[in-house]
């Protein structure tokens, strides 16, 4: 048997199912004989008639006979995926079952018969609408989940109920037709595709692998791998193909690298297929990083230049998560793909079982080189765990909290093998000036060290440039003296030590007469996300790609996204918390926000439940991220009160931290509340257009990006020719991921560090809120005050009333001091009541609301009003808010005091 290469076998793993796009995107003709079909694919009987299924394996072979020509080694790999005739084709096979271990028969098939439809038509279902719901429920609910259209992966995309909008006729003017979302990303994705050929002239590297992953990533991210299209395969189609096909393709380079020497690695690969992984129980390592130290290294800064390091800080974050999983990879010589997940400081990579113990000795390489450059300030733990393909189908939620706690504990003695060869506890020369931002270093210019200087200039570079550039350093370049104007920042130089050099260009840098572009480069468009509704420039990717190519130079493009929202002043440079200060109405303060997704841990460990695989635990972080580093910025960007008031340090993984204007920073937190819970639908009117004309259509909007399901209650329209306007729908909205988080308003002098301290104990505190009810978290922490989102939203809705009323000089702001203070006797008079053992807590909140402060706060509010009726409707329902939220009733009226103060 003709020995085949590694780099082929994973890119033909990674182009197996590509196909399935081709099909659903209008391709008609696969050009197979019968013979053909007949060898390739699986005979199935259906109402005692034999027929050939999964045809998609012949349109795959097509793409890749256009692509790497005839008979090539990929077009044979991808034809034998379900029929395997070679040990190759059979390990695809393998690969391709594991990666979709998700997909299982339900028992009831009956039910199944009107839940069908044709692959074109099945949108992808949203993983989040898999928490804490039964296979049985799936089927209950199944016009009520939550799906996506198809769409691009730099996209804005909302998910929405399968009966109540045609996710699948996604329409855009494709090359001046309007076509549905499966034939747009099909022709742009082809067109792309073609663009690489001609750049790689059927070069197969595993460089030229990482742009054909990027290329499945931009057009594949949201359409399914598998669809019910009749009760025989009624898989869930929540896995989208390109994550499937990433996964297959890291199987297989692990499967490779473990059998391809085995003078049985046929036989061997039947037991893996037969008995689930019975044999060989290492074959796979899920590696797990996670920097240590990031809070302190964020937020330990005082105010003075804070503004300008801060984003430095977060983005040399993000390069260093990138720049550690990929020196690991290149030790190995695997592509990116094999990195599952990477986001908010941590990466899970996958990888063959065998290199566990060089992973160790990996590791501690890392964590010295970490020493070297951080003296202990910052580091990366790498822990792994070896397991089966069995454990991988059987129990992968396991494998993900082996590896996790693995890290906990070497958290707990970070460092411990370094300590002695570096002298630790050895006396250190204390600088003579201390930075003035961080207080750590010693002061060499403008009273501030070298990396905080550094860092200024990193987040100046990411605000102003489009593109990132990487240079994945050969041993010679270690060694290499540098010319003058390529000498790095100091953050820069700390990661070449890893092995990789980062520079961020401007498009006149890339792509002008003097580019600085050079043989080896990764250039990355940096992408902000894109809207639903913004069709400018719909096959950027392509151009970006033809760009590239037309550099004529060894190099390989992508894009990445990093969430660079940085509010500027007049002079186009990043604000200083003075000036976002300034820009608040009411009192001249700063605002502070953090914000994380509640019991995260429990979303992988129980509320998949029987549903948890792989896949599923990987796309579900995935999409966590992506909201963080893509919606949460969009929405900062592309709203205006927000723009230049806003200024997001550390978005990504589950959290995020921004500052700004305080009354911008609460509006803002809602917004992004209401975004991922949410408990309003929306429906709105968009336009799609091209330079000769356009159409339109009425299209639903989901008001939240990780709904659940929820049931509709009324859903009133009118019609008016071709329009639709739907004028209002009630709806009850079952949440999936809810966040809890603080907001805090400071003097902008006031010791960044010590905010976000402060911030992060109100965070605290609002993931210890419980209701009556039971249900704990989904909270926030403002004003001194803890309360439910759903509590806030009746805030925030006394805080227009009241504000209202002020700004039309209908209620004076001395009645506001005058609110406060009868809370405040509220809470008196329940603390004097607080230790009574007569009576229960029924009895005692009873007897306070009706104590005198309730009497005197109505009487006060309702005397000289006189026999205006709007003001007299506006205080009559603040008092029933009252009556309702007797607890919280101070909020709003503090809230419209400092944004009606003058100072």
């Known amino acids: 048997m003709k020995k085949i290469k590694f780099e082929e076998i994973v890119l033909a793993a990674l182009l197996h199912d590509v196909g399935k796009s081709m099909q659903r995107g209008g391709e008609k003709e696969h050009e197979y004989s019968d013979k053909d079909i007949a060898l390739f694919c699986p005979s199935s009987k259906k109402h005692g008639k034999e027929q050939r299924t999964h045809k998609h394996l012949l349109y795959s072979g097509k793409f890749a006979k256009i692509i790497f020509g005839k008979e090539s080694i990929i077009e044979t790999l991808c034809l034998g995926h379900h029929s395997p005739n070679t040990s190759y084709q059979k390990l695809i096979h393998v690969a391709d079952g594991l990666a979709a271990s998700e997909r299982f028969k339900f028992k009831n098939e009956e039910a199944l018969t009107e839940k069908c439809s044709s692959p074109e038509k099945t949108p992808l279902l949203s993983i989040f609408s898999l928490l804490n719901i039964s296979p049985d429920e799936i089927l209950e609910f199944w016009n009520e989940l939550f799906w996506f259209p198809p769409g691009k992966d730099t996209e804005v995309l909302y998910p929405a109920p399968k009966n109540s909008t045609p996710c699948h006729y996604r329409y855009r003017i494709h090359d001046g037709e309007v076509k549905t979302g499966n034939e747009y990303l099909w022709k742009d994705f082809k067109n792309a595709a073609m663009v690489l050929k001609n750049k790689h002239q059927g070069k197969i590297t595993l460089h030229t692998i990482n742009e054909w992953e990027y290329l499945l990533k931009m057009y594949f991210s949201f359409i399914p791998s598998a669809s019910p299209w009749d009760t025989q395969h009624f898989y869930l189609p929540d896995i989208s193909l390109y994550f499937h096909s990433k996964l297959t393709a890291a199987i297989a380079g692990c499967l490779y690298k473990v059998l391809n020497n085995e003078e049985d690695m046929d036989s061997k690969l039947e037991e893996i297929l037969s008995k689930k992984g019975i044999y060989y129980d290492n074959i796979f390592l899920l590696v797990g990083g996670d920097i240590s130290g990031i809070q302190k290294f964020i937020y330990t800064l005082t105010s003075k230049g804070a503004a300008k390091t801060l984003r430095g800080r977060s983005v040399y974050l993000e390069l260093l998560t990138r720049t550690a999983a990929r020196y690991i990879l290149r030790r190995f010589e695997f592509p990116d793909l094999n990195i599952i997940y990477e986001g908010g400081g941590r990466f899970y990579i996958l990888l063959p079982g065998f290199v566990e113990k060089e992973l160790k000795e990996i590791s501690e390489d890392i964590e010295k080189k970490m020493f070297e450059i951080h003296q202990g300030e910052l580091n990366v733990i790498v822990e792994g765990i070896s397991f089966s393909p069995w454990a991988w189908v059987n129990t992968p939620e396991a494998l993900w909290e082996q590896v996790n706690n693995q890290i906990r504990n070497r958290k707990r003695r970070k460092f411990h093998k370094v300590i002695k060869k570096y002298g630790v506890f050895e006396p250190q020369n204390a600088p003579l000036e201390v930075c003035e931002a961080c207080k750590l270093r010693e002061a060499e210019d403008e009273g501030k060290c070298k990396w905080c200087k550094s860092f200024e200039t990193l987040g100046e570079l990411v605000a102003e440039k489009n593109y990132l550039i990487e240079y994945r350093m050969k041993k010679e370049d270690m060694k290499e003296e540098k010319k003058k104007e390529d000498t790095p920042e100091i953050w820069a130089k700390s990661l070449e030590k890893f092995g990789i050099r980062y520079f961020f260009y401007s498009e006149e840098e890339v792509f002008g007469k003097s580019s600085r572009i050079r043989n080896g480069n990764y250039i990355y468009l940096l992408e902000k996300g894109k809207s639903m509704e913004n069709k400018e420039d719909e096959d950027d990717y392509e151009k970006f790609l033809?760009?590239?190519?037309?550099?004529?130079?060894?190099?390989?493009?992508?894009?990445?996204?990093?969430?660079?929202?940085?509010?500027?002043?007049?002079?186009?440079?990043?604000?200083?918390?003075?000036?976002?200060?300034?820009?608040?109405?009411?009192?001249?303060?700063?605002?502070?926000?953090?914000?994380?997704?509640?019991?995260?841990?429990?979303?992988?460990?129980?509320?998949?439940?029987?549903?948890?695989?792989?896949?599923?635990?990987?796309?579900?972080?995935?999409?966590?991220?992506?909201?963080?580093?893509?919606?949460?910025?969009?929405?900062?960007?592309?709203?205006?009160?927000?723009?230049?008031?806003?200024?997001?340090?550390?978005?990504?993984?589950?959290?995020?931290?921004?500052?700004?204007?305080?009354?911008?920073?609460?509006?803002?937190?809602?917004?992004?509340?209401?975004?991922?819970?949410?408990?309003?639908?929306?429906?709105?009117?968009?336009?799609?257009?091209?330079?000769?004309?356009?159409?339109?259509?009425?299209?639903?909007?989901?008001?939240?990006?990780?709904?659940?399901?929820?049931?509709?209650?009324?859903?009133?329209?009118?019609?008016?020719?071709?329009?639709?306007?739907?004028?209002?729908?009630?709806?009850?909205?079952?949440?999936?991921?809810?966040?809890?988080?603080?907001?805090?308003?400071?003097?902008?002098?006031?010791?960044?560090?010590?905010?976000?301290?402060?911030?992060?104990?109100?965070?605290?505190?609002?993931?210890?809120?419980?209701?009556?009810?039971?249900?704990?978290?989904?909270?926030?922490?403002?004003?001194?005050?803890?309360?439910?989102?759903?509590?806030?939203?009746?805030?925030?809705?006394?805080?227009?009333?009241?504000?209202?009323?002020?700004?039309?000089?209908?209620?004076?702001?001395?009645?506001?001091?005058?609110?406060?203070?009868?809370?405040?006797?509220?809470?008196?008079?329940?603390?004097?009541?607080?230790?009574?053992?007569?009576?229960?807590?029924?009895?005692?909140?009873?007897?306070?609301?009706?104590?005198?402060?309730?009497?005197r706060l109505t009487y006060g509010l309702l005397k000289d009003l006189g026999k205006e009726e709007d003001t007299r409707s506006r205080i009559e329902k603040f008092l029933k808010f009252v009556e309702e939220y007797p607890h919280l009733f101070a909020v709003p009226a503090r809230w419209v005091e400092l944004l009606t103060r003058k100072t």
Not at 717 to 723: I, P, Q, R
Not at 760 to 787: H, P, S
């Open 546 to 855: 033809e760009k590239v190519l037309n550099l004529e130079k060894n190099v390989y493009a992508g894009y990445e996204f990093i969430a660079q929202v940085c509010p500027k002043n007049k002079n186009d440079k990043i604000k200083t918390f003075e000036e976002m200060a300034e820009a608040s109405n009411g009192i001249k303060k700063l605002g502070i926000l953090r914000m994380d997704v509640d019991d995260l841990g429990k979303k992988f460990r129980e509320e998949l439940g029987e549903l948890a695989t792989f896949s599923r635990i990987a796309q579900l972080s995935h999409s966590l991220s992506r909201f963080f580093k893509l919606y949460v910025p969009f929405k900062i960007e592309n709203t205006e009160e927000y723009k230049n008031n806003l200024y997001l340090i550390y978005a990504g993984g589950d959290d995020l931290f921004l500052v700004g204007a305080w009354d911008k920073v609460v509006e803002v937190a809602y917004e992004i509340e209401k975004a991922i819970g949410g408990r309003k639908l929306e429906y709105m009117e968009h336009e799609y257009r091209d330079n000769d004309g356009f159409i339109k259509e009425s299209v639903q909007r989901i008001a939240h990006y990780a709904g659940k399901r929820l049931k509709i209650k009324k859903v009133p329209f009118e019609k008016n020719g071709k329009d639709i306007k739907i004028d209002e729908i009630n709806i009850n909205v079952v949440k999936s991921v809810t966040l809890s988080g603080g907001i805090g308003i400071f003097n902008p002098k006031f010791p960044i560090y010590k905010s976000a301290e402060i911030v992060g104990e109100m965070e605290e505190k609002a993931k210890g809120y419980k209701r009556e009810n039971g249900r704990e978290k989904d909270a926030i922490c403002f004003l001194g005050t803890v309360m439910g989102w759903e509590e806030f939203e009746k805030v925030k809705e006394q805080k227009e009333n009241l504000l209202e009323l002020v700004e039309n000089k209908k209620l004076s702001r001395s009645k506001l001091h005058f609110i406060v203070e009868m809370f405040e006797l509220r809470e008196r008079i329940k603390e004097a009541w607080k230790n009574k053992k007569e009576v229960n807590k029924e009895e005692m909140e009873k007897i306070i609301n009706y104590e005198r402060w309730k009497w």
